[in-house]
């Protein structure tokens, strides 16, 4: 009788040591990373609260209306304006964009040339023209790429034809566009 009386006293014991290691097991698996996760999100968000603080604070500040008025004017002219010295600079600079924008979309440049100096509405415009074979979904791409462009570019004036000599087969596994385009832009007038 004694060897059961201590058998139901451990059995006993072992049932009440599991009881209570099964909330301190869930805790440890459970409760612990979440509340560890819980403080690192508390902490991340204390931060942003200060760098928050930190951004209104300083758009709060006043600036100088002289100071204001400079730096619109510089995005302006940054976004709208051809950057470069003289006028043929600038128009070689416009010239190797669109090679570098066509050479991203795979095309090669037959020819190029700049176009003179056009005024309109009070503005001045550069422009090149350029001569081009894609396909159609080349096409696309790289006048989306030109109209996307920062300064402003614009896609003047547009020819797009079938190349002149084209066999069967190429033309119906990759029909080809033979595409003359003028593309200008906006440069700053000269002051005085």
Same mark, same amino acid.
């Given at each position: 009788?004694? +060897?059961?009386?201590?058998?139901?006293?451990?059995?006993?014991?072992?049932?009440?040591?599991?009881?209570?290691?099964?909330?301190?097991?869930?805790?440890?698996?459970?409760a612990?990373p979440l509340?560890?996760?819980?403080?690192?999100?508390?902490?991340?968000?204390e931060?942003?609260?200060?760098?928050?603080?930190?951004?209104?604070?300083?758009?709060?500040?006043?600036?100088?209306?002289?100071?204001?008025?400079?730096?619109?004017?510089?995005?302006?002219?940054?976004n709208?304006?051809?950057?470069?010295?003289?006028?043929?600079?600038?128009?070689?600079?416009?010239?190797?964009?669109?090679?570098?924008?066509?050479?991203?979309?795979?095309?090669?440049?037959? +020819?190029?040339?700049?176009?003179?100096?056009?005024?309109?509405?009070g503005?001045?415009f550069?422009?090149?023209?350029?001569?081009i074979?894609? +396909?159609?979904?080349?096409?696309?791409?790289l006048?989306?790429?030109?109209?996307?462009?920062?300064?402003?570019?614009?896609?003047?004036?547009?020819?797009?034809?079938?190349?002149?000599i084209?066999?069967?087969?190429?033309?119906?596994?990759?029909?080809?566009?033979?595409?003359?385009?003028?593309v200008?832009?906006?440069?700053?007038?000269?002051?005085?």
């Open positions: 009788m004694i +060897s059961g009386s201590v058998q139901k006293f451990f059995s006993r014991g072992l049932a009440v040591v599991l009881l209570a290691a099964a909330p301190a097991l869930v805790y440890l698996l459970a612990a509340m560890a996760r819980y403080g690192e999100l508390e902490r991340l968000i931060e942003q609260r200060e760098v928050l603080g930190r951004l209104k604070a300083t758009a709060g500040a006043p600036a100088s209306e002289a100071l204001q008025s400079i730096t619109n004017d510089m995005l302006f002219a940054e709208v304006f051809l950057a470069g010295g003289s006028t043929a600079m600038k128009a070689a600079e416009l010239q190797a964009k669109l090679g570098r924008l066509a050479d991203a979309e795979g095309l090669a440049v037959k +020819s190029a040339r700049a176009l003179d100096l056009r005024e309109k509405d503005k001045q550069i422009g090149v023209e350029m001569q074979i894609a +396909s159609n979904a080349q096409l696309q791409k006048l989306l790429a030109i109209e996307s462009q920062r300064p402003y570019l614009f896609i003047d004036s547009i020819r797009i034809a079938p190349p002149p084209q066999s069967d087969a190429e033309a119906l596994s990759a029909p080809l566009l033979e595409v003359d385009v003028s200008v832009g906006a440069i700053e007038k000269p002051r005085g």
